[in-house]
């Protein structure tokens, strides 16, 4: 097989994964049973594919092709009768033209992702535990892309979200969308975790890639769908805000050659407007109601970003008093970083390799991420001193996570040295 | 499926507690054991001594030792449990929740381990 025809089909296992195994998920109640299936599956895919075609409905053909093994594997175990005859009632008959239409028009029609996301982030879980499991189920991500994602080794990871599997089996952790009165104490987890999976995208952790959209995808989905779900809640209609703004800027954040694009040099003109709008009026309307969080704040920040024509009329001071704001809600070392990165336009390099230095001694994580040096580099850089903005490169060169990172920092350096 | 909801809280503080406020907890657990009946759920439950009447015995090589008090020091002593039977975990957290004991101590909630056949 060709080897692009290859990287095609895995881009489809990736894209289709977490619908299909949602779905093999209520269908069976049982998740290692689902996840053989889909793997049995997508082998079964892999030499079909190639001979004839990719089908149409790739998800559909996947789910059709994993109930079967699924039975297949019930069968062999000789036990639960009662979970064979679900399946087959939930198989459809293939003939059946219904059927067939209804997987043309959408797939599938009930949405089985979202009682997904609530499983996988239950309370009853560790926060970890809950990031892993949506990333793996939902986003379609293996142990090692996750592993690389949260600086963890694999075998961490793969204990985990074996644990976390257990867990949900024995202690027979329910699928299903939690009651009104449950929210508050189950929704936190599923914004943060949908954060992360669209970060994860937005600036891929591995491989050679800069952006993995497919996950931006999904969490832009499952966000538009957790927000539409649950339009009380502020938070929720927030974080889909700041998902819409950031992820405005798709087509400008890479370059002709693949290479990723700063938002200093960004050609705005590409930015959507259409998303920006439906990100800065969802916004406003949250805004009014008053109940301010920390995904509010950061769509505000997306939006003061989105409101300038150029980089130079950026409104620095409002971006580092909603940092101000953001950091009161939520402290975090990398939100810090953030509000000096910003500062350095309000009140110049000086001030902000300080500040820069000062965060730096204070919290020594900050020594291994990227953007640490990155910020360094560039407040360096404007105050001459280019080759120690060089060594803050070489520092960002050998922490860099993707090949799309490093070749953007290798310019870097070598615009510095001409 | 059957969970215990093991009760877990500090007894000193609850034996310093006045008779009032000790009065108040167990007219809840009253209330609250008769809902749990009504429902269906309930398969036992019981609340314990205190571990000043605990034993704690050992079988080591064949032979038995026997001491005084429970098995480990903790800030809070197990003082009882219910066993329900409901269809999963959130039902069984949702009973969890409403143990008047949760509002001071806590409780953890177990399956418990079916044999199969």
């Not at chain 1, 832009?220 to 700041?242: F, S």
């Amino acid at each position: 097989m060709p080897a692009s025809a290859q990287s095609e089909i895995e881009a489809v296992f990736r894209s289709e994964s977490g619908r299909v195994l949602s779905h093999l998920m209520r269908v069976l109640g049982d998740m290692d049973l689902a996840e053989d299936a889909l793997q049995d599956a997508c082998a079964e895919a892999l030499i079909a594919w190639p001979r004839d075609g990719l089908p149409r409905q790739p998800a559909a053909w996947l789910t059709t092709a994993a109930r079967r093994r699924a039975l297949d594997r019930l069968r062999s175990r000789r036990r639960r009768p009662e979970q064979e005859a679900m399946i087959e009632e939930a198989t459809p008959d293939p003939r059946d033209p219904l059927r067939e239409l209804e997987q043309q028009l959408e797939w599938p029609i009930a949405d089985d992702r979202l009682q997904m996301i609530f499983l996988c982030c239950h309370p009853a879980l560790a926060r970890e535990a809950q990031v892993a499991l949506t990333l793996r189920t939902l986003g379609g991500l293996d142990t090692r892309a996750i592993a690389r994602a949260f600086l963890q080794p694999e075998s961490a990871v793969s204990q985990r979200l074996l644990r976390a599997k257990q867990k949900i089996a024995e202690a027979k952790i329910p699928f299903r969308r939690p009651r009104e009165s449950e929210l508050p104490e189950r929704l936190p987890a599923v914004l943060a975790v949908l954060y992360l999976v669209f970060n994860e995208g937005y600036s891929a952790s591995g491989g050679d890639r800069a952006l993995r959209l497919e996950l931006c995808d999904e969490a832009l989905r499952l966000a538009r769908l957790v927000a539409g779900w649950m339009p009380d809640e502020e938070e929720a209609q927030g974080l889909l805000a700041l998902l819409l703004l950031s992820d405005a800027r798709r087509a400008a954040r890479l370059d002709a050659d693949g290479e990723l694009v700063l938002l200093e040099h960004q050609d705005r003109a590409r930015w959507s407007s259409a998303q920006i709008e439906e990100g800065r009026a969802l916004l406003l309307h949250t805004l009014s109601r008053q109940r301010l969080g920390p995904y509010q704040l950061e769509a505000a920040i997306a939006a003061v970003h989105a409101d300038a024509a150029r980089f130079e009329d950026t409104d620095w001071a409002e971006i580092a008093a909603l940092y101000d704001r953001l950091l009161a809600l939520r402290p975090s070392p990398v939100g810090e970083l953030n509000r000096a990165a910003a500062l350095l336009h309000v009140h110049g390099p000086e001030r902000a390799l300080a500040t820069i230095d000062a965060l730096l001694a204070r919290e020594p994580r900050l020594e291994d991420y990227v953007f640490t040096h990155v910020a360094r580099a560039e407040v360096l850089r404007r105050l001459e001193r280019r080759d120690e903005a060089r060594a803050a490169l070489a520092r960002a060169l050998e922490l860099a996570r993707t090949e799309a990172d490093a070749r953007h920092l290798r310019r870097k350096i070598a615009e510095l040295t001409s | 499926m059957r969970y215990m909801l093991l009760i877990h809280s500090n007894e000193i503080e609850e034996a310093g507690m006045s008779e009032e406020a000790m009065g108040k907890i167990m007219a809840e657990y009253y209330s609250f054991t008769e809902e749990l009946m009504k429902s269906g759920a309930l398969r036992a439950g019981d609340r314990l001594r205190p571990t000043t009447s605990a034993t704690t015995v050992r079988v080591r090589n064949g032979e038995r030792l026997t001491t005084d008090g429970p098995f480990a020091e903790t800030k809070e002593q197990f003082g009882g449990y219910y066993l329900i039977d409901v269809p999963d975990l959130d039902e069984a957290i949702r009973w969890a929740s409403k143990i008047p004991s949760a509002k001071y101590g806590c409780v953890e909630v177990r399956p418990i381990w079916e044999m199969e056949g």
